[in-house]
C-alpha cells in the first residue's frame, strides 16, 4: 500500500490538513514524525470516538515537546524505531480529562494513523511512548491480516485479560502481539536509566500476568494454521 503523500485528512476527507508539524529524532535511527492538525471535516468523522483533540496552541506549547522526548525512547530499539516511523506516518495529539489518564487508539480502516494523548506526571516520556508503540503495532499486524488472515470468519468470543470480558479471538492475537513487542522494547530500554528500569519492570510483570490469564487451547483452534504459527511464537 502506498504511503507517499499520506495523510488522515487525506485519507478521510480527501481534504489537506489543516497543519502539520514535523518532529524528529536523531540517535541509532533519524526519525521523522508529522503530527497532524484535522480540518473540521475529519474531525466529525472522527467524533464518535468521544476523545477530543488537542487545541492547536496545546500541541505548541507542550505536545511537540513531549511527543519528541517520547521518541528518544525509542532509539533504544532502532529496528523497532524504524518500524513504527513506517507505520505511524499521521500521528494526532489527544486531551483528556485528568493528568494521570492515558488515552490512545488507531483503527484498521484508517491505516497509518495513530491518536494518543502526550502523558504527564511519573514516567509520562515512558507511557507516550508505550502508547506509540501499542498503536503501531495494532496497525502492523492489521496490514499483516488483510495479506495473511490469523482468525477464521467464525472467531467466537474467548476471555481477554486486558479487557475483562468476551472478546474475538482476532482481539486477543492482536494484544498478545502488541504487548510482547511492548515487553521486548522494555526489557532493552530498561538498562537506560533508573527510571526507565523501575517502569520495565512494573510493566513487564503486568504483562506478564496478563499473558499468564489466557487460556490458548479454547481458542487455538479459531485461529488459521498461519495464526497458530504465530500464537506459538507469541507464548514461547
Known amino acids: 500500500m502506498p504511503t507517499e503523500g499520506y495523510s488522515t485528512s487525506q485519507w478521510l476527507v480527501s481534504v489537506p490538513p489543516a497543519k502539520i508539524w514535523k518532529v524528529t529524532s536523531q540517535g541509532a535511527v533519524n526519525l521523522d514524525f508529522l503530527v497532524e492538525l484535522l480540518p473540521a471535516q475529519a474531525v466529525q468523522r472522527l467524533s464518535s470516538k468521544g476523545v477530543p483533540f488537542a487545541e492547536e496552541c496545546v500541541i505548541d506549547s507542550h505536545g511537540l ?3 519528541g522526548r517520547a521518541l528518544a525512547l525509542l532509539q533504544k530499539a532502532p529496528s523497532l524505531a524504524a518500524t513504527v516511523s513506517l507505520l505511524a506516518k499521521s500521528v494526532h495529539i489527544l486531551e483528556t480529562s485528568e493528568p494521570g489518564f492515558d488515552v490512545s487508539y488507531s483503527d484498521p480502516s484508517i491505516p497509518f494513523s ?28 492489521s496490514l499483516i491480516e488483510r495479506l495473511v488472515p490469523i482468525a477464521k470468519a467464525d472467531e467466537g468470543l474467548h476471555y481477554s485479560p486486558w479487557k475483562r470480558s468476551q472478546r474475538p479471538v482476532s482481539g ?16 532493552q530500554l530498561s538498562q537506560s536509566f533508573d527510571e526507565a528500569n523501575e517502569y520495565a519492570n512494573k510493566r513487564r510483570k503486568e504483562i506478564s500476568e496478563e499473558i499468564e490469564q489466557l487460556a490458548p487451547a479454547s481458542f487455538a ?16
Not at 506526571?121 to 503495532?137: I, K, Q, S, Y
Not at 492475537?173 to 513487542?181: C, E, G, I, Q, S
Request: no cysteine.
Open 65 to 67: 515537546h513531549g511527543f
Open 114 to 141: 495513530v491518536f494518543l494523548n502526550i502523558s504527564e506526571g511519573r514516567f509520562a516520556n515512558l507511557r507516550t511512548a508505550e502508547a506509540l508503540v501499542h498503536e503501531a503495532m495494532h496497525l502492523q499486524l
Open 172 to 187: 486477543l492475537m492482536h494484544a498478545l502481539y502488541v504487548f510482547r513487542v511492548i515487553d521486548q522494547w522494555l526489557a
Open 221 to 236: 483452534d479459531y485461529l488459521t494454521v498461519k495464526g497458530q504459527q504465530l500464537l506459538t511464537r507469541l507464548l514461547a
